[in-house]
């Protein structure tokens, strides 16, 4: 079983800073990209950052230059660095993997999520 679990996340001013970590554990055959996504109250989920598994990056435009994705391979484990944090980025923010466990087809895997709020 492969499990995908957040953590980080909290509540912090405008202008501060927060970093949120994503793990995932079980039978892991191959991790591909993973990611992290948002969903605000009344908004759909969006994409936030992703990296692939050879460390190419990319962002929305809406995040870029203060949103740093980073992913330590050896621990299955992503980063999300946010400074420079905006009250717009209040969201619960998802950990996405597109995994292959033993034996399957890779799928995508979705953590719980973990809320960031930013006041003003």
């Known amino acids: 079983q492969v499990q995908v679990v957040e953590s980080g996340g909290g509540l912090v001013q405008a202008g501060g800073s927060l970093r949120l970590s994503c793990a995932a554990s079980?039978?892991?055959?191959?991790?591909?990209?993973m990611g992290w996504y948002r969903q605000a109250p009344g908004k759909q989920r969006e994409l936030v950052a992703d990296?692939?598994?050879?460390?190419?990056?990319a962002y929305a435009d809406s995040v870029k230059g203060r949103f740093t994705i980073s992913r330590d391979n050896a621990k299955n484990t992503v980063y999300l660095q946010m400074n420079s944090l905006k009250p717009e980025d209040t969201a619960v923010y998802y950990c996405?993997?597109?995994?292959?466990?033993?034996?399957?087809?890779?799928?995508?895997?979705w953590g719980q999520g973990t809320q960031v709020t930013v006041s003003s």
């Open positions: 990296i692939t598994s050879g460390g190419t990056a």
């Open positions: 079980g039978s892991i055959f191959s991790i591909n990209a």
């Open positions: 996405n993997a597109i995994m292959k466990e033993y034996y399957h087809s890779p799928r995508d895997y």
